[in-house]
């Protein structure tokens, strides 16, 4: 029998933070089935590779003091490098560009060479081979009193004496059938809580070379004229792979959008700015595995990290994960790894255990 027929813990979602859970649960012994919508892990940390490096789409960079996320770096080899900060920075509107006197945009902030996406990989590939199931999508949950809760999936109907939701609350609400199990409160709450960066475009311009350093420029820009409303040199170490990176919201991603943006490149840093060899735009808000239909109308930040979150629910089976509900670093890969471990040792100190029987 495979391992999947019969896990302690069912985790939802096989991003950062169901990840972190499930290696949690995994070297605690637990026997842990982490189901997964799309057809690779990472969510929202998400890379692709292009020659001499990769290039991030998602998730970019990690801050002083994110020790978890710098820990994971290190043991799983992900090459961290410094963020390059040196050079002038840009000031962009109506009037047109103007240089400023050094670089007040970018933070010290570190990067991963081999792609942000290499974290959750290694995770995953440090499970055993049938821990992570993708295209999963978890589509109901139920409880099924002594039994634990039932989580139904297109093709299959599991059972777990708990589950971690390591999933967006208001995407967890949308996609997830939960009957009127969940108590008002918990279903208000997840339904009003933002998704981190879920209303956001990121476009990746790729170059040859990062021939704005050569000028003394930093890559790095504000702007008020055009759809990027942030500019930073995304280049990988020693300037290889060349690249720039900026965020819109994702309202302007519309008929025109790239050309508009090339030249908003151009405006900043130079024509050849405007011709780079490869322009990756990726809409997170149409991402249906990241955002929810309501993402753009979702503001409270003051929701991340709500106490409810950091209660079980569900008979005390359910356990919310997701870097929303961290009470820290929320937003952040760090938050999410956080939020996973805390779901995780609350699993192993609730005392739950069911039959963990497949229902059919
Ligand atoms: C453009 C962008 C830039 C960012 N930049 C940074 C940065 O520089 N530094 C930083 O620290 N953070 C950054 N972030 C935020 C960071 O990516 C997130 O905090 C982190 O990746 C969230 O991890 P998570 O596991 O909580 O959620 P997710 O990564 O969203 O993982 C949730 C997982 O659940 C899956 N899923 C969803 N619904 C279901 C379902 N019904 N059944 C099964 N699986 C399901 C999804 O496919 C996904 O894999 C950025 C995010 C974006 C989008």
């Known amino acids: ?94 009037s047109g560009p103007r240089r400023l006197q050094g670089n007040m945009i970018d933070v010290p902030a570190y990067r991963f060479a081999a792609g942000a996406q290499h974290l959750p990989a290694a995770l995953a590939a440090s499970l055993p081979a049938d821990a992570v199931l993708l295209d999963t999508p978890v589509t109901a949950i139920r409880s099924v009193g002594e039994d634990g809760l039932e989580v139904h999936t297109p093709d299959r109907t599991l059972r777990a004496a708990q589950v971690v939701l390591a999933v967006p609350p208001a995407l967890a609400l949308e996609r997830i059938d939960f009957g009127d ?38 890559g790095a820009a504000f702007s008020r004229s055009g759809p990027l409303q942030d500019i930073h040199d995304m280049s990988g170490p020693e300037g290889r792979p060349a690249a720039l990176f900026g965020f819109a919201h994702a309202r302007a991603v519309r008929p025109g959008f790239d050309k508009a943006v090339a030249a908003q490149l151009a405006a900043c840093f130079g024509p050849a700015a405007g011709s780079p060899d490869a322009l990756h735009v990726r809409d997170w808000s149409r991402e249906p595995w990241t955002a929810p239909r309501t993402v753009h109308a979702l503001a409270d930040y003051s929701l991340f990290g709500h106490p409810l979150y950091q209660r079980p629910t569900l008979d005390d089976r359910l356990h919310w994960a997701s870097t929303e509900t961290a009470t820290e670093y929320a937003g952040h890969v760090e938050g999410a790894l956080r939020s996973g471990e805390r779901a995780a040792y609350a699993v192993m100190s609730s005392g739950l255990y069911g039959s963990g029987n497949t229902a059919d």
């Open 1 to 94: 029998m495979s391992r999947s027929a019969k896990p302690d813990v069912i985790v939802i979602g096989a991003g950062a933070a169901g990840l972190a859970a499930a290696t949690a649960l995994h070297e605690a012994g637990r026997h842990v089935l982490c189901l997964e919508a799309r057809e690779r892990v990472g969510g929202r940390m998400l890379s692709t590779a292009v020659d001499g490096g990769a290039l991030d789409l998602g998730a970019t960079w990690f801050w002083p003091g994110e020790q978890r996320v710098a820990t994971l770096a290190a043991r799983t080899g992900a090459g961290v490098f410094d963020q390059h900060l040196s050079g002038d920075a840009v000031f962009h509107d109506g």
């Open 181 to 218: 199990a969940l108590p008002d409160e918990v279903v208000r709450l997840a339904r009003s809580t933002p998704v981190w960066m879920g209303a956001v475009a990121k476009v990746v311009g790729l170059y040859s070379s990062a021939f704005w350093r050569q000028d003394g420029l930093a």
